[in-house]
């Protein structure tokens, strides 16, 4: 399985302030055949389901508010909050789906400071 | 809009059997591949298993802590995907999300069901 590990497990963040969360996968998910990194990122607010974020390692998925940005390739990927909002609380979990068993890192809580 | 709704959930007492259905509707359901996903309250999240839709084949795939113990169906009529699991352990206490799937990405998710597995 692939192992996927996220840090820091948590970070609290000035309002306006940068969110930088990383996720690394115990092997490349970078798929040769499209060049895409099988990477997607979620976000769970408290009481409420995950919702997708970016997917293909840096593609917003839609309704997704710009400030959200994922960047990485291969084993190492980061999700950044440019501009951290009240709104913006929550866990958010890197996800794996280059093969099955989909994996899930542990999650990143962010918190305003 | 999409709309996924689980039901079933509940106290188990630990080697029984459980059913979970997740009713679907704003999407065509007979197209979908859907998941199964859980989580232990407070702590993070498990794929338990997925099936693809009927044209590709109705192909089931399963976690290794979950099978052998576990089927997922679909009902395509009724837009119902199912999840039955039998020798329920503690271990598998947790909130049990559907969701869709479009290239192995999650992209809808339920509310999520609580199952309690315990004595």
């Known amino acids: 399985d692939i192992v996927m590990t996220q840090s820091p497990d948590s970070l609290a963040v000035s309002l306006g302030e940068r969110a930088t969360i990383n996720c690394k996968s115990s092997?490349?998910?970078?798929?040769?055949?499209?060049?895409?990194?099988?990477l997607a990122w979620y976000q769970q607010k408290p009481g409420q389901s995950p919702k997708l974020v970016i997917y293909w390692a840096s593609t917003r998925e839609s309704g997704v508010p710009d400030r959200f940005s994922g960047s990485g390739s291969g084993t190492d990927f980061t999700l950044t909050i440019s501009s951290l909002q009240a709104e913006d609380v929550a866990i958010y979990y890197c996800q794996q789906y280059y093969t099955l068993p989909l994996t899930f890192g542990g999650g990143t809580r962010v918190e305003i400071k | 809009e999409v709309h996924l709704v689980e039901s079933g959930g509940g106290l188990v007492t630990p080697g029984g059997s459980l059913r979970l259905s997740c009713s679907a509707s704003?999407?065509?359901?007979?197209?979908?591949?859907m998941n199964w996903v859980r989580q232990i309250p407070g702590k993070g999240l498990e794929w338990v298993g997925r099936?693809?839709?009927?044209?590709?084949?109705?192909?089931?795939d399963y976690a290794a802590p979950v099978k052998g113990r576990i089927t997922i169906s679909r009902d395509d009529s009724n837009k119902t995907m199912f999840l039955e699991m039998n020798n329920v352990k503690p271990d598998d206490t947790g909130i049990y999300y559907c969701t869709t799937e479009e290239q192995r990405v999650l992209d809808f998710w339920g509310q999520g069901v609580l199952v309690t597995v315990s004595s």
């Open positions: 092997q490349s998910v970078l798929h040769t055949s499209n060049n895409k990194n099988n």
């Open positions: 704003g999407f065509s359901f007979s197209h979908a591949w």
């Open positions: 099936i693809k839709s009927k044209t590709n084949g109705g192909t089931r």
